[in-house]
């Protein structure tokens, strides 16, 4: 009984620790997502968007912006159909106004694009 007391108190500690750090930090893990462009900054390599929809870390940021940041193991492509097999592009060829879907990972209020698709069908999921 007193075991199960110790182990239960340490567990109790170590998740009132990790917490409060975890909340500070925001959310962290991947993420999908699919919004429209409202912004590039091709000196800082970021892309702004209106999120449409996404997974569980960013239904919270549904209908407002987020800034993604991108890498030089960032990758582009376009689809012209959601069936057809996507193309390279690069960051030069995104425009304000297209429909994207971003995959990526968030660590500390950065929301970082692993993959952007650009892609004329994406719009319907709003």
């Given at each position: 009984m007193?075991?199960?007391?110790v182990v239960?108190l340490?567990?109790?500690?170590a998740?009132a620790a990790?917490?409060?750090a975890?909340?500070?930090?925001g959310?962290?893990?991947?993420?999908t997502l699919?919004?429209?462009?409202?912004a590039?900054?091709?000196?800082?390599?970021?892309?702004?968007?209106?999120?449409l929809?996404?997974?569980?870390?960013?239904?919270?940021?549904l209908?407002?912006t987020?800034?993604m940041?991108?890498?030089a193991k960032?990758?582009?492509?376009?689809?012209s159909?959601?069936d057809a097999?996507p193309?390279?592009?690069?960051?030069a060829?995104?425009k304000v106004?297209n429909a994207v879907?971003?995959?990526?990972?968030?660590?500390?209020?950065?929301?970082t694009?692993a993959?952007?698709t650009?892609?004329?069908?994406l719009?319907?999921?709003?």
């Open positions: 007193k075991k199960l007391f239960t340490a567990l109790l500690i998740l990790v917490g409060p975890y909340a500070a930090g959310p962290r893990g991947t993420f699919v919004a429209k462009i409202s590039i900054d091709p000196v800082s390599g970021t892309i702004t968007v209106s999120v929809n996404g997974s569980k870390l960013v239904q919270p940021y209908k407002q987020l800034v940041t991108t890498t960032t990758r582009y492509l376009y689809k159909t959601p097999v193309t390279l592009i690069t960051f060829d995104l106004g879907s971003v995959n990526g990972t968030v660590a500390n209020g950065v929301w694009a993959r952007v650009v892609g004329a069908k719009i319907c999921l709003q």
